[in-house]
């Protein structure tokens, strides 16, 4: 059975604030067969998002982007499943929303995106970004651990779901 990959989500901020937006995005996460494995609400600090963004440092949004990650809180989620970034990416749609309103209205970033800055989402775009931004924002979460004790549990679906949490958490019966 091939290993499950993560990848690291992110809902941002405009998100967050509409309740109805946040539950559609949660729902195709979940019915797109995703796992949660890790799940938190986060407010990103100056720092933090200048580090994350770090690749973006000398484009002309990126001040813009860092005001927009530190307006509010964001939800962040290490998602997993087989060939998790790409499936996540697919999901999503293209990064300009007027490109995902007009070529993939229906993917998140065609719905709920509102401009190139609140496009709605933000998902890694290799093994090594994901492990990358994993670490930084889940600096309690060791991937090779999570590899040798849980991945077992999530490819044979010996879960629990906690809506309240939005995370599945293993079963161990």
């Known amino acids: 059975m091939p290993a499950l990959e993560l990848t690291l989500a992110?809902?941002?901020?405009?998100?967050?604030?509409n309740p109805h937006s946040l539950k559609s995005i949660r729902k195709l996460i979940l019915t797109s067969n995703f796992k949660i494995v890790q799940s938190k609400r986060f407010t990103f600090d100056q720092e933090i998002a200048k580090t994350f963004y770090l690749d973006h440092k000398d484009k002309?949004?990126?001040?813009?982007?860092?005001?927009f990650m530190t307006s509010g809180p964001s939800d962040l989620y290490i998602l997993a499943r087989e060939n998790a970034i790409q499936e996540w990416r697919d999901l999503m749609g293209p990064t300009k929303t007027y490109k995902a309103q007009y070529e993939d209205?229906?993917?998140?970033r065609g719905e709920f995106g509102l401009s190139d800055t609140r496009n709605a989402t933000h998902g890694s775009d290799s093994v090594e970004s994901a492990t990358r931004e994993m670490k930084l924002l889940f600096p309690e979460f060791n991937?090779?651990?999570?590899?040798?004790?849980?991945?077992?549990?999530?490819?044979?679906?010996?879960?629990?779901?906690c809506c309240f949490d939005f995370v599945h958490k293993v079963n161990y019966k």
């Open 10 to 17: 992110i809902l941002k901020p405009h998100v967050i604030k």
């Open 60 to 67: 002309f949004f990126y001040n813009r982007l860092i005001t």
């Open 105 to 108: 209205p229906d993917t998140i």
């Open 143 to 161: 991937v090779l651990k999570w590899q040798e004790n849980e991945e077992f549990y999530f490819r044979s679906n010996s879960l629990i779901f």
